[in-house]
Structures are given as C-alpha cells and as structure tokens.
C-alpha cells in the first residue's frame, strides 16, 4: 500500500505518492493560487494527487490515506482548516471536500508537525522514540514527537515552542505575546538585526553585501559576513546563537528528548550554526556532565512536507 503526502503553502502545493518506508515514489506541483475560492484550489489538489500517482503507477486502490500538513489551526477530527491566515482561509472543510474526489481517508495536521514527523520517521530522528524538530524560518516551528506519536496535546495546540517566553518583556511578537522564542531565533531575527547593521554600521560587511540596502539584507548575509569574520555580523549571529540556545535549553529540560533536529533555512549554514549552538547549549543545560540529547541538522529539506503528510495515516 502507498501513501498520498500533501505540502499544503501559500505559494504552492506539493504532492507525493510515498511507500511504507517514507520514500517518496512520485511527486507532482501546482500553484496555490490563494485569492481563488478554496474549491477551486481543493480541486488543484485533487489533480496533483492523480498526477502524482499516475507518474507512480498506482491507482486510487492502492492509496490507503492522504495525508495534509497545512499552516494554521487545525480541526483533526473534523478534517477543517478552522483559520490558515496566508490562505485567506477560515473553517474550510478541506477533508469533506478532498474527499469529493479521492475517497480515501484523509488525514489534516499543521505543516510544522508533519515535518517533525518525517524527520521521525525517514530522517534524522529515525529509530528514536522520541525527538523534536525545529524549523527556524520566517518564525519558529517544531514538531514533536513522543513514543513514536506527534504530541498534539490536550486541546490540539501543543508544539507552539516558538512562542516559549524567553525574555520577560521583551520584543512584540505577532501572536500579540512578547518575548516570544521565535523572535530572537528565526530567520527574521536575523533579518532584522541585520537591517539594524546597515543603518548603524555602513562600513559593515554586512552593509557591503547588500551595497547599502537594507531590504536586500537575509539571513544568509548576515551568516556569510560572519564567517568571514566581520564584527559587527559576529555579533550578531553570537547573540542569535545564544537565545537559539536557550531556547533549545528549555526544550530539553521540559521534553528531555533524544534528538532534536534543526530544519529551515537558517540551518543551511550547517556546521557552522550547528556547533556553535551544541558549544552553547552546553554551558546551560541542566545537570553538569549529564547526557542530554543529541541537536543535529533535519535531512529531508522540502521533502519533510510531503513524507510527514503521508505518514499521518500511518501513525494515526
């Protein structure tokens, strides 16, 4: 039997036929298109999927369950989109209307729990029972897993570790909370201060990189300019390093898991974030001389949607 994963974003759909294993056999795109009606995008889908399994060579039969990771709030038992801000959409309900034309069972989770989930399954936090993965972009997304099971919690909210309080008071965030994980350990942190950098610091490498401009700062500048040793960028990335750090501190000391993987765009800098955050992370966690889990880089990239998807039939 095989598997249907759907990367439901803002931008595009991805879709993959995925065997037993987490494999992906066959995949196929389209653009969401997001100011359509929801039918019309549902549809889209729809057709990717046949796509997909077209290209696989298997049929509907053969599908035991389809498998979405979408962003926002999810009802699971229902199959609805209750609110996806970046779709436009609000109580969409997507499993009824999939159905329409896939009569499989469908299966809904939020995008950064599938992603955890395939990490778990085929990637880097395989043959653990328990292991979180953090997606450091545009925010902080994780997904966790707990005996071989995504932990969604009592009301179905749980893995928000983006919005773990780090600095009492400290910088707005968009959830309306402040001091929130996520914005001191993104992408858009990165971002930010790097824009600071610009204006404060035109001699910078930074200022260089992007000739002036702040709006063509990302992430990347500021990481490359690091490795390069420039000072004002080494601040930079040192104090990202340290709330990413402390924010991983208290992931570890609340879950105690065996891995935690590290996904998203910031992590292309590889080794150079990674041992920098695993030298930090060890001047605080809790208990001198005692193991505690092992951060490594996430494995599958863009995969991690569609393999995740596709495994929600499996392990529910």
């Known amino acids: ?5 759907i990367d439901l974003g803002g931008t595009n759909i991805a879709v993959g036929v995925v065997d ?51 962003p926002g709030t999810i009802d699971r038992k229902n199959g609805i989109i209750v609110y996806a801000n970046n779709l436009f959409w609000r109580n969409v309900p997507l499993r009824e209307e999939l159905q329409k034309y896939l009569n499989v069972p469908v299966y809904i989770d939020n995008d950064a729990n599938v992603a955890g989930l395939a990490e778990h399954v085929s990637g880097a936090c395989r043959g653990v029972d328990n292991s979180i993965t953090l997606t450091l972009g545009t925010g902080v997304g994780a997904g966790v897993v707990i005996n071989g099971k995504l932990y969604i919690g009592t009301f179905g909210a749980a893995a928000e570790l983006g919005h773990l309080i780090i600095e009492a008071d400290g910088l707005p965030c968009t959830c309306g909370s ?4 996520e914005q001191y350990a993104s992408a858009t942190a990165l971002i930010r201060e790097g824009k600071k950098a610009v204006a404060e610091n035109p001699d910078s490498l930074i200022a260089k990189l ?10 990347k500048v500021v990481i490359d300019a690091a490795k390069e040793g420039d000072p004002t960028a080494k601040a930079i990335f040192d104090k990202y390093i340290h709330y990413l750090a402390i924010g991983i501190v208290s ?28 030298g930090e992370v060890k001047k605080y966690v809790y208990g001198e001389g ?16 569609i393999i995740g998807a596709a495994m929600l039939g499996k392990v529910n």
Not at 22 to 31: C, L, V
Request: hydrophobic residues 45%.
């Open 1 to 5: 039997m095989y598997y249907i994963g």
């Open 20 to 70: 037993e294993d987490g494999k992906i056999i066959a995949k196929a795109e389209t653009p969401t298109l997001v100011k359509r009606d929801y039918r019309e995008i549902v549809k889209d889908m729809a057709m990717a999927a046949q796509k997909a399994m077209d290209e696989a060579g298997v049929k509907v039969s053969d599908i035991k369950s389809i498998g979405i990771g979408s």
């Open 178 to 181: 402040n001091g929130c994980f």
């Open 210 to 219: 992007v000739e002036g401009d702040p709006e063509k700062v990302s992430a």
């Open 251 to 278: 992931i570890i000391n609340a879950f105690d898991p065996a891995i935690i993987a590290l996904g998203g765009g910031v992590s292309k800098a590889g080794s150079f974030l990674l041992d920098a955050v695993v």
């Open 290 to 305: 005692r193991e505690f889990a092992k951060i490594c880089l996430a494995e599958l990239g863009n995969d991690a949607g």
